[in-house]
Structure formats: C-alpha cells, structure tokens
C-alpha cells in the first residue's frame, strides 16, 4: 500500500468517526487521537523525511489537506451535537399550549352578606345612617335602657348567652338604640345590622345566631303613618311592587303601641302556598312607636318628640326567596350549597 493509500484510509476513518460522534467530548478525543501532538496526521508528516525528494511536497500538501479537512468535519460536528443538546434542552422547557388550564374557583359574598348588602342600600336610599353596633352588649343596653320589666323572662340567664355577670351577646339589634340616643340629638335617623344570639335548641327553624336589622327614626311629629309608609316603602323595593304590608298589635318592652308586621307572600303573591302556610303573608318584623320611658332614659322629652323604630331578622328573606328550609345551611359553609346562591 502506498503512502497516500494509507492516509487515503486514515482520512476515511477519522471522517467517519466524526460523524458518528454523538457527543463533543467524543470529539475532543478524535481530534487528539488524530491531530495532536501525538496524533496519527503528525505521526504521518514525522515521516516526510524518509520519501524521495520529489514526493515530499506533494505528501506534505496531501497531510495538511487531509488535517484541514479532519478539523473542518469536527467543527461542523461539533456545531450539529451544540444545536442537538439546546433543542433537546428547549424540547424538555417546552410549554404545552394545549393543555387544558387549571380552574381557579372565585368566591363571592355569602347569601346573607348579599341579602344585607341589598337591604342596607334601601335604608341609605331612605336616608338612614347606617352604623356599627357591639355584638357583646351590656345588660343595661340590651335590657333595662329598652324597658324591659326586671321579670321579663328574656332576661332570664337561661334563654342569653352571658359572658360576664351583665355582659352579654346581644339578643337584638335593638340594643345599639339607646347608644345612638345618647349620642345624637333629633332628628336622628339610624340603622344598624349585625348577628343576634340566643340560648335555643338548633334545629331547621332555629338557631342559636342568627342576623337582625333594626331602624328608628325620633324628630318632631313623628306617627304612625311614618312607621307604615317607611315599612311599605321597603317591602316595596325588597319584595317587589305588587307587595302589601300588614300591621297587627304586639307587644315589645321598648314600643307603645307595638306591631308585628307581615309583608305579601312574595312566592305565590299573597293567594295562600306552603311557605306561608296559606295564609299569604309572611311575618317579618316588629315594630312600633318608641315608648316615652325610653326616650326620656336618653334625655329626649317625650312631650316634644316622638319616634318609631323596628327590627326584623335577615335569615327568612332568602329562605322565602330561593326555598331553603333549613336554617343551620346559612352558617355551615357548606361550598355545596354556598355555590348556588
Ligand atoms: N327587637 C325586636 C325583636 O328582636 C324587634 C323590634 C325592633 C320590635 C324594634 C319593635 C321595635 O324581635
């Protein structure tokens, strides 16, 4: 074999390495093994002083041809193995975009939340001051301010939720009255709305706490027809325009004369279903002229002044309107039902 045979062969073999080379460090090792210090072209050059002079230039041309062939494959290599590992590395970092999303769930106001927030609105409309009141109240505010008589079986331990020897949970909304009299002078007109509580056996119908709005109004003049048109007014624009109200006498501490007052069943429009028990109306508040021993508890002269107030509870409204019929499903947090309202 001659001497250009075997580089000839040389050649082929290293070229063919390289394109096999699936790694660089691969060809660092072919590029020494065949180019280096030590390698088979320069072993093959060490050789040029054993040829006859007139083959020397041509072997020598032929060997660094061969060099620089050997090196342009490897650097052509070597940019093909680059380009194979930064794809392989974006093919691992790629995003499927047609992977379906995650599902965020968004909360929304409790149905009570709603329901206050709808009532709150007409009584600002209505011109009410809507204020904060304590939900631990004393015994003075929560009772003896609104003229409960010392024996009035609502004051009995059994039936309040006592924190301290005349602290209690406020048993009505009722009980923020006689602090806003203190504070202001008439015309007052204020709102408040908050939880109750209650000593009660929980079941469908009752609960231990539930939610109250209570309004009164004290100026000059005031009547009766002022209680039923603002009652009416309400209705009107909770329970739609078709709504009636309905006074009857009652009986609460701090109102001479007292109310209970219904509104138009508003699921079947006053002709009587099971929700109203065929009756057509639905009780909701009580109500009446503020008695004159409460006034005058706050220093308002009874002579001069006169008010009403009234207080219904939150809870019914949206039982009535969306057929819940159990009381405990408003404080369970039950997502289940939550979601649907
Ligand atoms: N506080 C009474 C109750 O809880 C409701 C009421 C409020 C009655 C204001 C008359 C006047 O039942």
Redesign the pocket.
């Known amino acids: 074999m001659s001497e250009s045979d075997n580089l000839e062969e040389l050649g082929r073999e290293a070229i063919a390495r390289v394109a096999d080379a699936a790694k660089s460090s691969e060809l660092d090792a072919i590029d020494t093994q065949y180019l280096g210090r030590k390698g088979a072209l320069t072993l093959q050059l060490r050789k040029i002083g054993s040829l006859v002079p007139e083959q020397r230039k041509g072997f020598g041309q032929a060997v660094n041809d061969l060099k620089e062939e050997i090196q342009a494959a490897i650097r052509a290599r070597r940019e093909a193995i680059a380009g194979g590992e930064t794809d392989a590395r974006l093919a691992g970092e790629a995003l499927d975009v047609t992977m379906p999303g995650r599902f965020y769930q968004i909360g929304r106001p409790h149905i009570l939340a709603q329901t206050l927030s709808r009532i709150k609105d007409i009584f600002i409309r209505l011109g009410y001051d809507i204020v904060e009141s304590p939900e631990v109240e004393s015994y003075h505010y929560n009772f003896e301010a609104l003229n409960y008589p010392l024996d009035h079986p609502a004051i009995d331990e059994q039936m309040s939720f006592y924190v301290t020897e005349d602290r209690l949970l406020r048993t009505?909304t009722?009980a923020y009255q006689h602090r806003q009299m203190e504070k202001r002078k008439p015309p007052i007109m204020v709102c408040t709305m908050g939880k109750c509580y209650r000593v009660e056996a929980v079941d469908a119908t009752h609960g231990h706490t539930f939610h109250?709005v209570?309004c009164f109004c004290v100026d000059h003049g005031i009547t009766m027809a002022d209680l039923k048109g603002t009652l009416y007014q309400f209705a009107v624009e909770m329970f739609g325009p078709d709504t009636n109200v309905r006074f009857r006498p009652d009986f609460?501490p701090?109102?001479e004369p007292?109310a209970e007052v219904a509104v138009t069943c508003s699921i079947c429009a006053g002709k009587g279903c099971n929700v109203c028990k065929g009756s057509g109306w639905l009780e909701l508040a009580?109500?009446?002229m503020i008695h004159p021993n409460v006034l005058e508890g706050a220093g308002i002269d009874s002579e001069e002044y006169t008010g009403f107030?009234?207080?219904f509870g939150i809870e019914r409204m949206p039982m009535v309107q969306h057929g819940i019929d159990d009381l405990r499903l408003f404080l369970d947090n039950d997502l289940r039902f939550l979601r649907q309202l």
């Open positions: 009505h009722t109250q209570d609460f701090f109102v007292g009580g109500a009446g107030a009234f207080g």
